[in-house]
């Protein structure tokens, strides 16, 4: 399995960015999904998870702001994020997990950076 980010960067305050997560290796797209992030001396923290039957969850600091897909045709997650925040600073990792409700084997991407100046 291959998850491959894109799409993050540098914004200012009250911004917006869409992160995407090509995965590659699984043979069906009923498997769960989800964004993580981690700040410099923090750890890493979930995001925002859609599992194998399209449920999706939020982290209650990106409620209303962040919002989660998943194109199953192509297998690729993304994360729309609008009314960004200098707290939202971090590496944004991708994760899909070998069970349908986000159980079983986890897999990583390499993280993308996002950045948000006040």
């Known amino acids: 399995v291959q998850l491959v980010e894109s799409g993050g960067g540098s914004v200012q305050a009250g911004g917006s960015l869409r992160l995407s997560c090509a995965a590659s290796g699984y043979t069906s797209s009923s498997f769960c999904m989800g964004w993580f992030r981690q700040a410099p001396g923090e750890e890493r923290e979930v995001v925002a998870t859609i599992d194998g039957a399209g449920g999706t969850s939020y982290s209650d600091s990106v409620k209303g702001r962040f919002a989660a897909s998943k194109s199953n045709t192509k297998i690729t997650l993304y994360l729309q994020m609008n009314g960004l925040k200098p707290e939202d600073t971090a590496m944004y990792y991708c994760?899909?997990?070998?069970?349908?409700?986000?159980?079983?084997?986890?897999?990583w991407g390499q993280g993308t950076q996002v950045t948000v100046s006040s």
């Open positions: 994760a899909a997990y070998s069970g349908r409700y986000c159980d079983g084997l986890a897999y």
